[in-house]
């Protein structure tokens, strides 16, 4: 399989505008939505790869939750949701061309700042609320593996596209 990132760079032009902003459900995001949470989380990651140079170094580790996930390199197959506080819907008002042009600046952004991610100390921590205390070099994986996760979302969401009448 490509990279999560030419993943979803390609899936786009697989959508109208009509099915970009489909939902399944009141509960449901569209492809627009789960596109705009892609692009947002993974910026707010690498914002975390950056802040982790100028981190203090610290001995605290990961949470047990943050320690499975880093041992087994993914997120759980399963849906996670957040609490409602923290799960405002997302964005789903751009098209193609405008999540495209995003999808492009994310990837140009991951990539330029992977020598930050490999070169940083790994004691030179900050703090994710789920994780616990993780290092450049795992928000810059954490990056991956939320897209990685999202993509079993993306198939339930266009297995429903291809059963509308």
């Known amino acids: 399989m490509n990279d999560p990132f030419t993943f979803y760079l390609q899936e786009l032009d697989r959508y109208s505008p009509d099915e970009l902003i489909h939902h399944i459900d009141h509960d449901t995001w569209s492809i627009s939505q789960m596109y705009d949470h892609l692009i947002v989380v993974s910026h707010e990651y690498l914002d975390e790869v950056e802040a982790c140079q100028f981190a203090p170094v610290t001995t605290s580790g990961k949470s047990p939750f943050g320690e499975r996930l880093y041992t087994a390199g993914a997120f759980p197959a399963t849906p996670i949701r957040l609490p409602d506080a923290m799960n405002a819907p997302p964005d789903e008002t751009?098209?193609?061309?405008?999540?495209?042009?995003?999808?492009?600046?994310?990837?140009?952004?991951?990539?330029a700042l992977v020598t930050i991610a490999q070169?940083?100390?790994?004691?030179?921590?900050?703090?994710?609320?789920?994780?616990?205390?993780?290092?450049?070099?795992?928000?810059?994986?954490?990056?991956?593996?939320?897209?990685?996760?999202?993509?079993?979302?993306?198939?339930?969401?266009?297995?429903?596209?291809?059963?509308?009448?």
Do not use: F
Not at 96 to 102: A, C, F, H, N, W
């Open 94 to 111: 751009d098209q193609v061309e405008r999540l495209r042009t995003r999808w492009l600046k994310l990837m140009d952004r991951h990539a």
């Open 119 to 165: 070169s940083t100390p790994s004691d030179q921590k900050t703090q994710h609320g789920g994780m616990g205390w993780l290092n450049a070099a795992e928000w810059y994986a954490l990056v991956s593996y939320h897209l990685a996760h999202h993509q079993h979302q993306k198939r339930r969401l266009d297995a429903s596209l291809a059963n509308r009448t």
